[in-house]
């Protein structure tokens, strides 16, 4: 009994930090048994959206504003999933994220420390 | 491209995002049938990858995260990772620094 993924799509879906983190920890309980998740972290500023810089207005304010952190997630083939985290919300989103991944990047190996000693005094 | 040692992998990774912010993204893939995790930086002309399937490296996952967060939502980045050998020289010499003299 799988766990609904909000966005199924084979499109990218924009979100909300937190719905980006709740489909994140959706994403890594399907593929347990099979498949790969892919996280990407990408620097996003709005302003070059069109490749263009815009004109600037007299008295305008100059200064460039701070990128954003964009994230994507995938499983390589229809889920796509994407948000963008601001400098403010870093923090937050940080914590909640690494705890996403302690809890489910679980299948790695732990260093078999004693039976090392076990077998070397045998 | 697989840099097997730590230190030099994030030192460059920092190089190539460095000089190239708006280019470079870093990916993390992880596998739970095959316990493996594999970090790659690329800018589309130099990638650089380190694997491991080891728990103890989550704390280096994290550590590189944070790292990434912290450039990617930073106007003007610079050089910020500080290498375990850093470090422990550091806490070496502000332990001896601070011992009270005989």
């Not at chain 1, 048994?33 to 810089?53: I, M, P």
């Not at chain 1, 304010?61 to 400098?87: H, Q, Y």
């Not at chain 2, 470079?24 to 650089?48: A, C, E, F, G, P």
């Amino acid at each position: 009994h799988l766990p609904i993924v909000y966005s199924i799509s084979a499109t990218m879906v924009l979100l909300e930090n937190d719905a980006f983190l709740t489909d994140l920890n959706k994403l890594f309980l399907r593929k347990k048994e099979k498949g790969s998740v892919w996280v990407t972290f990408k620097s996003y500023s709005e302003e070059d959206k069109r490749g263009k810089k815009r004109r600037v207005e007299e008295g305008a304010d100059k200064s460039v504003a701070a990128p954003s952190c964009l994230l994507r997630a995938t499983d390589g083939d229809k889920i796509k999933i994407s948000t963008i985290v601001k400098s403010k919300d870093l923090p937050r989103f940080q914590q909640a994220y690494s705890n996403i991944l302690l809890v489910n990047m679980d299948s790695l190996k732990k260093k078999a420390k004693k039976k090392k000693a076990k077998k070397a005094k045998a | 491209m697989y840099i097997s040692n730590w230190d030099t992998f994030c030192k460059r990774a920092e190089e190539i995002y460095i000089a190239h912010p708006n280019k470079t993204r870093y990916t993390h893939k992880y596998r739970h049938v095959d316990s493996q995790l594999v970090l790659k930086v690329t800018d589309d002309v130099t990638t650089i990858k380190f694997r491991t399937n080891q728990a103890n490296d989550m704390k280096k996952l994290l550590e590189f995260n944070a790292l990434m967060f912290k450039h990617t939502t930073s106007a003007a980045p610079t050089p910020a990772y500080v290498s375990s050998a850093e470090k422990a020289a550091a806490a070496a010499a502000s332990s001896s620094s601070s011992s009270p003299s005989l």
